[in-house]
């Protein structure tokens, strides 16, 4: 048991949780983290407090960002905008069919490292940008790399609104993608409109993940559609399911109308065990 705070780098970006130690920010602090290339400034969005999980492999704060820092900061954002206008500006230059998606910028540091800039960006295919990355070196004055993303990584770095009206998964709790098919969309009988079941990105959206095993261990157990079942209303027909409530519509014999009834109560296994077991 220990304290853990929560801080992004971007508004509405990807949450990072620390380990406060003596420190205690509250929402707004601007904050140190500790990063590969030295700290630097984040915001602090969920304030310190006790949580039950252990706190030993959590990286701790490196303190509260001071005047310095904040120019700092400031300072490394105004390069990464200049970087990003540099490098679509040169993209136009040479027709490249490229679309920067973010740029990452590291100043210069007191034990010799040099500045550097990583700009990543998306292409229908891969491209030939050794000459993009002279021109862009020699306008940024630092050494340039240039990264290619996938879709998905694509719609995480920039992030986004999801159709269900929240932030984008991938872009604030999501570390890694995990296969998502068509299938898991036939299981959920959700319909097969690419509009509907697609991303930002425009795969196949990552929450169908989910919800999946609930519905295959559903699946499982619960009367097929079709099938005949005796539930505490009468004898009827399945006609249909609700997985989230866990539940069968039923269509009653007696006078054709439908009832709701709980899957636990038309399972066979379920009604022979409390044949057996019910005084």
């Known amino acids: ?13 990807r949450l990072y949780y620390l380990d406060p130690g003596e420190l205690r920010p509250q929402v707004g602090d601007r904050v140190l983290v500790p990063t590969d290339d030295g ?3 984040a915001e602090c969005v969920w304030a310190a407090q006790w949580v039950t999980e252990e706190t030993d492999g959590f990286p701790r704060l490196v303190g509260l960002a001071g005047d310095d820092d904040l120019r700092r900061d400031e300072a490394l954002r105004r390069r990464k905008a200049d ?3 540099a490098a679509k500006r040169l993209i136009r230059a040479h027709g490249l069919p490229m679309k920067v998606v973010a740029v990452d910028h590291v100043l210069g540091s007191a034990e010799g490292g040099g500045e550097r800039s990583t700009v990543y960006f998306t292409a229908p295919h891969r491209v030939d940008f050794r000459s993009l990355v002279r021109d862009l070196g020699a306008t940024l004055h630092c050494r340039v790399e240039l990264r290619q993303l996938s879709a998905r990584d694509s719609a995480r770095v920039q992030g986004g609104i999801g159709s269900c009206g929240r932030d984008l998964c991938c872009a604030t709790f999501l570390t890694d993608f995990e296969p998502v098919t068509i299938r898991m969309a036939k299981d959920q009988d959700l319909p097969l409109n690419p509009l509907r079941i697609s991303g930002a990105c425009g795969r196949l959206m990552c ?8 519905y295959q261990r559903f ?3 619960a009367p097929a559609v079709g099938s005949r079942v005796s539930t505490p209303e009468g004898d009827g027909r399945v006609v ?7 539940a069968v519509t039923v269509r009653l014999d007696a006078d054709g109308s439908r ?3 709980s899957r636990a109560s038309v ?3 379920r009604q022979a065990h409390d044949q057996h077991y019910t005084p």
């Open 1 to 13: 048991m220990g304290m853990l705070c929560a801080v992004s780098f971007n508004r509405y970006g």
């Open 39 to 41: 700290p630097e400034v």
């Open 83 to 85: 970087a990003k206008v």
């Open 207 to 214: 929450c169908l993940k989910y919800e999946h095993p609930l």
């Open 219 to 221: 699946q499982e157990t």
């Open 240 to 246: 249909g399911h609700s997985v989230p409530r866990d």
């Open 259 to 261: 009832c709701s009834c």
């Open 267 to 269: 399972c066979a296994p």
